[in-house]
């Protein structure tokens, strides 16, 4: 069979490229393993076909190049062609698709992918980004502070606007929903946005700032879409969406619906694809197609919090949804297990330019959520103005009440 080895191949920058690690079967060497993953992701399949042209095998073939067989890694180059334009489905149905299963194979990890310029254009993109994020909320160069209403399920709809209010006047920028609160017969989304939103005008008249509210609108596309519009419709500036349960082609249709509202993108359930380093889809991957497919924040990782992502990882997915191309950078929100006495290591890990979101480690502070609040902030501010937790906590009660909780 025809083999798509080009061991010495430079790509060409139109094309797009895919870096993979695979886990043989004991019954395949390396190379011919690496062709079936060519294949399959492209123009082929399992046998060679009398249907497909010499043309267009030399046109729309792909190349193997940068193969490492102690690593187990090769990259793959495919011609633009074979991509449409704009589309994350078609993208995920080819290089992402059928090769996870095949039998040649027992692991296969996709580490990262280079989307060409051209490729990139095709799509929206983020419609705010860092810039636009921080001009609706005014906050020109401190990490913006956020939490996550806590309990994530329970709370009826006032309690929930409640809490939220709390967490504004303690000090929070933006207040959001849990993943898993969307429309429950406890806690109905009609109401909880409604009279959420009540509470952050109250909150903003009251406290002089700009705060946000990011309902969760995951749901199925339509009832998603239906949840999205009334968000605008009461005054709201923000959609969040849960992007892995909801899926790519929903989040699609959420930016294209330009309904002018910030996307946050929070991704529960990556993990199980992204974790295992030998075989799925990275986690970086995932942050580039989010970027094409125009969130504005996404879940990062928080490197000293509850799960699991170390700091190379977590800035790397920073680096390339911040980077420079065609698209606007899309601000990393770093969440979960969080506490004021995590906010200067991460600060110093990630700079400013990340959001901090802390659900338990504002709603567990011994006073109450308005201090939980106030320490949070307390502990970016101390840390902008250069002074160690442990001193701005000398100054500051909420601090020293939650750095006595949490440590630091
Ligand atoms: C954080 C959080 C987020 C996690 C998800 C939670 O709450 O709201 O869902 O951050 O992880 O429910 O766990 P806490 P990631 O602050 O109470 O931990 O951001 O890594 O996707
Ligand atoms: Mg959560």
Redesign the pocket.
Known sequence: MRSFIREKYKPKKSELVASFRVKLSNSISFEKCLDSIARESSIGTWTELCTLKKETAHKLGPKIFDLNEQKSSAKIAYPIALFEEGSIPQFLSSVCGNIFGMSDLKALRLDDVFFPEEYIKSFKGPKYGIEGVRKTLRVKKRPLVG??V?P?LGLNDKEHAKVAYNAWLGGCDIV?D???LTSMKFNKFGKRVAFTLKMREKAEKETGERKAYMPNVTAETMEMLKRAEYVKKQGGRYAMIDIIASGFSALQTLREQDLGLIIHA???G??AFTRNKQHGISMLVIAKLARLAGVDQL????IF?????GKREVREITRAITGKNALKPVFP???????PGKVSPLIKALGCNIII????????HPLGTIKGAKAMRQAIDGEMKGIPVQEYALMHKELAAALGKWGF
């Open positions: 939490t996550i806590k994530k959001k849990d993943e898993n929070h991704r529960a990556h993990a879940h990062v990782g928080a919090g509850k799960m699991e992502g929100v770093c969440s979960g297990g969080l506490h979101q802390a659900g338990g480690g504002v709603h567990g």
